[in-house]
């Protein structure tokens, strides 16, 4: 087989991977935009014969999307503001004194990220609840999502202060700068593209949890997005074109960030590899 030839098989291969992994996403818009009847037409229709666009109109109004989506915001900026105030400073402590018990260390707390929040949700409702925590169950949440996060968070950004020579700082110090100085001035603006693509999986991360807001808030007032469209299920749920069109207006802004920033996210999440 020629270079040409395995080319195109290895592009062919490809663009049927991505069409397998996006059909779900394609169904979800389609589906939102049937009526009751076409959703359980046999066969299924790949296109809705009459578009029906008054149902975002309808979900948004009836299930005050505006003030969920708010809620998930808040949360989810929250989270991030709070790990990235605490987690840049780990991180660069981390990458500048190495040695094995750090990375053992690093090693055990990672581990710590196979657990699921279903299992992390019951000792954490018992600690928030005896330390009174509930009474700010947003609060609550935010905290619980950064101490769940935060690991993921130091392992990208210390290898990105990993990558920012050391004599960079040591010519710094030598010209007068303090280290705190040397830090702000000549690290964080090296390392700034890491921390940013960092935050922003954060970010995509916080705005779609479920379990610690699910358990935590009760106050309708006050829960985010996707409890709301957890508020669709029931014994008797029929109503696929209205959950479909919640799950759009509600995955539509991450999918934006995340095809707009897209090289941004790979060039930061490999800047840490190349030295």
């Known amino acids: 087989m020629t270079e040409t030839n395995r080319n195109r098989l290895m592009l062919l291969i490809a663009i049927v991977m ?8 394609y169904w979800m818009y389609i589906t939102a935009l049937k009526s009751g009847s076409e959703m359980f037409a046999t066969p299924p ?16 109004e009836s299930r005050g999307m505006g003030r969920y989506l708010w809620n998930s915001l808040i949360i989810a900026s929250g989270a991030v503001v709070l790990i990235t105030v605490l987690g840049v400073g780990c991180a660069y402590v981390l990458a500048r004194y ?16 196979v657990l699921p929040a279903s299992l992390m949700i019951t000792p954490i409702f018992v600690g928030f609840s005896q330390l009174g925590m509930l009474d700010y169950p947003r609060l609550a949440v935010i905290i619980a999502i950064a101490a769940k996060s935060m690991p993921f968070f130091v392992v990208l950004v ?20 303090s280290r705190v100085g040397a830090f ?9 593209n890491g921390i940013l693509v960092s935050a922003i999986l954060i970010f995509m991360q916080a705005f779609g949890e479920f379990v610690y807001s699910k358990s935590i808030i009760q106050d309708i007032e006050l829960q985010p997005a996707s409890v709301g469209l957890n508020s669709f299920m029931g014994p008797n749920t029929n109503e696929w074109n209205n959950i479909m069109a919640y799950a759009t ?26 030295k």
């Open 18 to 25: 991505a069409a397998i992994y996006l059909f779900p996403l």
């Open 45 to 60: 229709t790949f296109w809705p014969s009459v578009p029906q666009w008054s149902t975002y109109a309808f979900v948004w």
């Open 98 to 113: 190495r040695n094995g018990w750090v990375d053992i260390g690093l090693f055990l707390i990672l581990m710590l990220q």
């Open 158 to 177: 210390r290898a990105t202060f990993m990558a920012v020579p050391m004599e960079l700082e040591e010519a710094a110090l030598v010209d007068g700068n």
């Open 184 to 192: 702000f001035h000549i690290v964080l603006p090296l390392a700034r």
């Open 249 to 274: 207006i509600y995955v539509t802004p991450i999918l934006a960030i995340f095809v707009l920033l897209q090289r941004r996210i790979v060039s930061g999440l490999t800047s840490g590899a190349i």
